[in-house]
């Protein structure tokens, strides 16, 4: 299988036993996740693999603490995706805790696990929060569902939940943030960052030391190549019917969100006829 199987997500964390994991999703493969000991990264380990009821396991993702891990599912024979979280007690030996669908039957693209709530999207419509505490019953919260909005991520950081939602930009919901309002059991709007290209794809907040400053880091995702430079190159996987390459394009966006009621928009960053899509940002 490890022959042909395309990758659609990858997920580092410590665990429990306090060696370094790494979990892989696959695309129409069969519902596949991978699990590997990547603890010394010049001799990284297959250690394990999982088959689930799906088509696709888009989004793969471990609880800080390491307890646990979810893999999202899209195309289950039953056509109730929902997600499968794991028991990661034992690390080198994942086990299927609890199947949860309630409110994200229609397919789950991306999630965000914190120790005890687990956010997951719902066929691109909205966001369901999930309780965790006991990963064999996990019990829904609640949800936020923006208007007029489809969205594609959503990250978690200081009780502020952000929506990466296309056309409509960021959306900031409180969750628990104390001054913004708002809690995980009743998700509250706080602000709306609108970004004229359209395509907002990913949000990564980020609290610079250096700069003393809060960072929204915002990726593109704006795909096809046809009018573009590059577009004969066959760097990307060619439809079958031929034609051009599926691409994408765009910058990452650097906002000032230091202040959530006036956000500025203060660089960004292009990799040229490639785009950007997803980010992570660390140790300044």
């Known amino acids: ?29 069969g519902g596949f996740a991978f699990f590997y000991d990547v603890t ?7 250690i394990d693999s999982l088959q689930v009821d799906a088509r696709t396991i ?13 893999l999202s599912r899209e195309g289950a024979t039953n056509r109730r995706d929902g997600l499968v ?9 994942p086990r299927v805790a609890a199947l949860y669908d309630e409110g994200i039957t229609g ?46 991520d959503v990250w978690v950081q200081n009780g502020l939940a952000y929506s990466s939602e296309w056309g409509t930009g ?3 919901v409180g969750v628990g943030a104390g001054k913004w ?24 907040p980020y609290y610079s030391a250096s700069a003393d400053k809060f960072y929204l880091f915002l990726g593109d995702e704006i795909m096809g190549r046809g009018d573009q430079a590059w577009r004969g190159t066959g760097l990307n996987r060619v439809p079958p019917q031929g034609g051009t390459p599926v691409a994408f394009s765009g910058y990452i966006h650097v906002i000032d969100f230091t202040d959530p009621m006036n956000p500025k928009d203060v660089a960004r960053y292009e990799v040229s006829e490639f785009g950007t899509h997803n980010s992570w940002v660390e140790d300044d």
Do not use: C
């Open 58 to 70: 888009n989004d793969v993702k471990a609880s800080p603490d390491g307890r646990y891990a979810v």
């Open 170 to 172: 960021v959306v900031v």
């Open 85 to 93: 979280i794991l028991d990661m007690a034992d690390p080198r030996n």
């Open 107 to 152: 397919g789950v693209h991306n999630m965000l696990a914190e120790n005890d709530y687990l956010y997951a999207l719902s066929n691109g419509d909205k966001y369901v929060i999930i309780d965790v505490t006991d990963i064999y019953d996990p019990k829904y919260l609640s949800e936020y569902n923006h208007p007029d909005s489809r969205l594609h």
């Open 40 to 46: 010394d990264p010049s001799a990284i380990t297959k």
């Open 1 to 29: 299988l490890e022959d042909w199987y395309r990758t659609t997500d990858i997920w580092i964390f410590e665990g429990v036993d306090g060696r370094d994991y790494a979990i892989t999703g696959s695309k129409v493969s």
């Open 181 to 204: 309002g708002g809690s995980i059991e009743n998700p509250t709007f706080v602000t709306n960052v609108p970004y004229p290209v359209g395509r907002t794809h990913a949000a990564f």
